[in-house]
C-alpha cells in the first residue's frame, strides 16, 4: 500500500495541472490514469490559450442559426437523432443558461479564470523548460462580408470595453499581409492578440507531467471506478498495488460523472465532441496563425504535426461510434480556404468536451464527503484553464487563500 497526501484521477491536462500545483506545494501527489496521460480530449485539440474568451460558447438563441443547427446543416454542429431524448435535459438547461442576461452574469464569474490563463501556462511551461511549445501568435476569426465584420469589430470593442480583450480588427489587406496564402473573398478579420497557441498540445501536457515527476510526484495505472473511502481517507486500485490519500480530485473530464454519480453527486455533466486530422500545407504554403472561419464553422491550426483541421460540436453519446460528417463537410471548405495537400492520417482523431449546462466548470470540494474535490467540466477550454485550475484547486486544498471566489464553480450550483 502506496500513502500519498493526494490521489489526483485522471491525467489530461486539467488533472496534470492540479497534481503539479499540488506537488509545487509540497503535497505528495499520485496521478492516476487508465492510459497513458494527455491521450483522451486533451491530445488534439485547437491548442489555443483563449485569453479573450471571457463569454463561453453560449447555445445559438439567433432563429437562423439556431434552424441550420437543427437540420445538421452547418459543419459547425451536428447531433446524433437517437441521443436526443437523453440529452434534451442538458440542451434546455443550455439553452436557459445562453440568454443575453445570464450569459453576461457568467462571464463576470468566468473571466476571473480566463484572465489569468496565459501567465498561469506561460509559468508552468518555463519551469517545465517547455516555453517553446507556446506561441504568442494571437488567433484570427475570419469573414467574407463586410456585414459580418462590422458585427464581429462591434463584439470585439464590447469585449476591450468591457474586459480589456485586445484586438486588432484586419481589412482585406492587413489580412493578406498577415497570411498571404488564404484563399481570395475574404472580407477582413479579428486579430485576438494575447492568446497563445500551443504548437503541440499533448506534447505541452507531457511537459507538465515531466515537471511534475521532477518536482517529485508519482504517476501510476489504474480505473478510477475503483475509488473508495476508507477511514483514514480515499483508496484507489493501481497496477503499481493500491494507493490511500487524505485527498482525491476528480479530474476525469468527460467521464468524471461516473465517479461523482458513485458517492451520490448528480451532474448534469455532457459532452460536445470534436474531430481533427492533418494535412501537409501544399507547396510552399505557411498559415502564421489559427484562424477560425466561422461562417463555415471549422478551425485550421498550424501544429508541429502538420495543418490540423479541427470541428466544433457534435452532440452524441459518449460512446457513440465516431461520425466524423463534420469532417467530411469542412475539408473542401478548408480546402478552398488555404492550400493542402493530402491528408496526413487517414483515421480521425475523437476528443470528448466536458459540457456543463451553465458553461463553466466544476472546481471545489465535494460538499458531503471531506476530502473528495471535483475538477472537470472545462468544456471549450480545458487547455486554456488546466494550470488556472490546478492553481486555485491546490490553494483550496492546501488552506491557502484562493486569488479569486471559488464560490461559482462549485458543484452543488446544480
Ligand atoms: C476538437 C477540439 C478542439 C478544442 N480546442 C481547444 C482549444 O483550442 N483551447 C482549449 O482551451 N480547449 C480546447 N478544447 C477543449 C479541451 O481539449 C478540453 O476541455 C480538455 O482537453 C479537457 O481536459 P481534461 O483534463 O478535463 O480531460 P481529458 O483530457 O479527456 O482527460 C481525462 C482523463 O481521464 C482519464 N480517465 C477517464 N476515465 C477514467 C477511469 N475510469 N480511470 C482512470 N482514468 C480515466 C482519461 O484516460 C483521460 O486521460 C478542444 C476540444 C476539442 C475536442
Known amino acids: 500500500m502506496l500513502k500519498a497526501d493526494a490521489i489526483v484521477l485522471g491525467a489530461g491536462i486539467v488533472g496534470?495541472?492540479?497534481?503539479?500545483?499540488?506537488?509545487?506545494?509540497?503535497?505528495?501527489?499520485v496521478l492516476v490514469d487508465r492510459r497513458a496521460p494527455g491521450e483522451e480530449t486533451s491530445f488534439g485539440n485547437a491548442g489555443l490559450i483563449q485569453r479573450e474568451a471571457?463569454?463561453?460558447?453560449?447555445?445559438?438563441?439567433?432563429?437562423?442559426?439556431?434552424?441550420?443547427?437543427?437540420?445538421?446543416?452547418?459543419?459547425?454542429?451536428?447531433?446524433?437523432?437517437?441521443?436526443?431524448?437523453?440529452?434534451a435535459p442538458f440542451l434546455i438547461r443550455y439553452w436557459w443558461h445562453s440568454s443575453p442576461a445570464r450569459h453576461a452574469a457568467i462571464?463576470?464569474?468566468?473571466?476571473?479564470?480566463?484572465?489569468?490563463?496565459?501567465?498561469?501556462?506561460?509559468?508552468?511551461?518555463?519551469?517545465?523548460?517547455?516555453?517553446?511549445?507556446?506561441?504568442?501568435?494571437?488567433?484570427?476569426?475570419?469573414?467574407?462580408?463586410p456585414s459580418a465584420l462590422d458585427e464581429a469589430v462591434t463584439d470585439a470593442e464590447r469585449l476591450r470595453e468591457e474586459f480589456g480583450i485586445r484586438f486588432r480588427a484586419l481589412d482585406r489587406r492587413d489580412l493578406a499581409e498577415a497570411e498571404p496564402h488564404l484563399g481570395s473573398g475574404l472580407t477582413g478579420g479579428i486579430h485576438y492578440?494575447?492568446?497563445?497557441?500551443?504548437?503541440?498540445?499533448?506534447?505541452?501536457?507531457?511537459?507538465?507531467?515531466?515537471l511534475f515527476e521532477h518536482l517529485g510526484g508519482r504517476?501510476?495505472?489504474?480505473?478510477?471506478?475503483?475509488?473508495?473511502?476508507?477511514?483514514q481517507g480515499w483508496q484507489v486500485q493501481t497496477e503499481s498495488g493500491s494507493i490511500e490519500a487524505k485527498h482525491v480530485v476528480v479530474a476525469l473530464g468527460a467521464w468524471s460523472d461516473v465517479v461523482a454519480r458513485a458517492f451520490g453527486y448528480r451532474v448534469p455533466l455532457a459532452t460536445k465532441r470534436g474531430y481533427h486530422v492533418h494535412f501537409q500545407p501544399r507547396g510552399n504554403a505557411v498559415l502564421n496563425h489559427t484562424v477560425l472561419d466561422d461562417e463555415r464553422g471549422y478551425v485550421l491550426a498550424p501544429m508541429a504535426q502538420g495543418i490540423r483541421l479541427t470541428t466544433g460540436a457534435e452532440f452524441a453519446a459518449r460512446d457513440a461510434p465516431k461520425t466524423p460528417v463534420q469532417l467530411a463537410k469542412a475539408e473542401p471548405l478548408a480546402r478552398d480556404l488555404f492550400p493542402l495537400a493530402e491528408r496526413i492520417e487517414a483515421e480521425p482523431w475523437m476528443g470528448l468536451r466536458p459540457c456543463?449546462?451553465?458553461?463553466?466548470?466544476?472546481?471545489?470540494?465535494a460538499p458531503r464527503h471531506p476530502g473528495l474535490w471535483f475538477a472537470f467540466g472545462h468544456a471549450h477550454h480545458g487547455l486554456t484553464l488546466g494550470p488556472v485550475t490546478g492553481r486555485l484547486m491546490a490553494e483550496m486544498m492546501t488552506g491557502a487563500a484562493p486569488f479569486t471566489d471559488p464560490a461559482p464553480y462549485r458543484v452543488d450550483r446544480f
Open 54 to 87: 471571457v463569454y463561453p460558447y453560449a447555445f445559438p438563441r439567433d432563429f437562423k442559426k439556431f434552424l441550420t443547427y437543427a437540420l445538421n446543416r452547418s459543419a459547425g454542429s451536428h447531433y446524433h437523432w437517437r441521443a436526443l431524448p437523453k440529452l
Open 356 to 365: 456543463l449546462p451553465d458553461m463553466m466548470p466544476v472546481i471545489g470540494p
Open 219 to 231: 504517476s501510476a495505472r489504474g480505473d478510477a471506478r475503483t475509488l473508495e473511502a476508507t477511514p
Open 107 to 145: 462571464a463576470q464569474a468566468y473571466a476571473r479564470l480566463i484572465e489569468r490563463s496565459v501567465d498561469e501556462h506561460l509559468s508552468l511551461a518555463a519551469e517545465a523548460g517547455s516555453a517553446e511549445l507556446l506561441r504568442p501568435t494571437g488567433w484570427i476569426l475570419l469573414y467574407r462580408t
Open 16 to 29: 496534470v495541472s492540479v497534481a503539479v500545483h499540488l506537488q509545487k506545494r509540497g503535497r505528495a501527489t
Open 193 to 210: 492578440t494575447q492568446p497563445v497557441s500551443v504548437s503541440d498540445p499533448h506534447a505541452l501536457t507531457l511537459a507538465y507531467v515531466r
